[in-house]
């Protein structure tokens, strides 16, 4: 928080300045899915930023080490920044890419199982491979333009999620790990090496 306000980690972190910032983001009454909505709006309207389907819809999901156990989503997963599993919170995300300019679109934190009562079995629990279907298909729903979804091996992988975008109507471009197998005419290359 004390980067947004310009002020020094620690020392200025105490500022009142930087202290009116934290609350007014924490506090806030505002609905997130209203601001998001707007922001959205004003891109899709401006033609410097307005989405066309010559453009990409890009998922993945980022981590950041957070300590303790109070703060909502933490748990022990896997982190992207720090390349290995950690304690720490996981946000999925979808954002706008072509060749000139690129924007988020949607983000939605993943929660750990062991937040929920029943763990995986409860009705709440959502795997980062579900959030990130919804979110594409939420991104199609916000009318942004699109030529496919696009996600690295961690999503292409998942026969699950490439079957979900396919039942949601939405082309898609995933990389593969080079032996993992994927579904293909008969004489057609059937893993990454095979069309090697």
């Known amino acids: ?6 002020a020094e980690p620690v020392a200025g972190a105490q500022h009142a300045a930087v202290q009116r910032l934290q609350f007014f983001l924490s506090e806030s009454t505002w609905s997130q ?4 909505a707007r922001r959205l709006e004003l891109l899709l309207a401006d033609p410097a930023t ?3 389907p010559g453009g990409l819809l890009v998922v993945d999901d980022s981590g950041d080490r957070k300590d303790g156990s109070a703060t ?9 920044s720090v390349g290995k599993i950690d304690h720490g ?11 000139r300019v690129y924007y988020a679109v949607h983000a939605c934190p993943y929660t750990p199982a062991h937040h929920f009562p029943r ?3 409860d009705l ?23 030529r496919a979804v696009a996600a690295d091996c961690a999503y292409g992988d998942q026969d699950s999620f490439r079957s979900s975008l396919h039942a949601a109507g939405l082309p898609f471009v995933m990389a593969l790990k080079p032996r993992h197998g994927t579904w293909a005419y008969g004489p057609d290359a059937h893993t990454p090496v095979d069309a090697g």
């Open 1 to 6: 928080m004390a980067c947004l306000a310009g």
């Open 33 to 36: 899915e209203a601001v998001n």
């Open 50 to 52: 307005a989405p066309h």
């Open 72 to 80: 909502a989503h933490v748990g022990k997963q896997y982190l992207g």
């Open 89 to 99: 919170v996981v946000t999925v995300t979808t954002c706008w890419a072509d060749e």
């Open 119 to 121: 763990g995986k079995s």
């Open 124 to 146: 709440g629990f959502r795997t980062k491979l579900q959030i990130a279907a919804d979110l594409a298909a939420r991104a199609k729903a916000a009318r942004l333009d699109f």
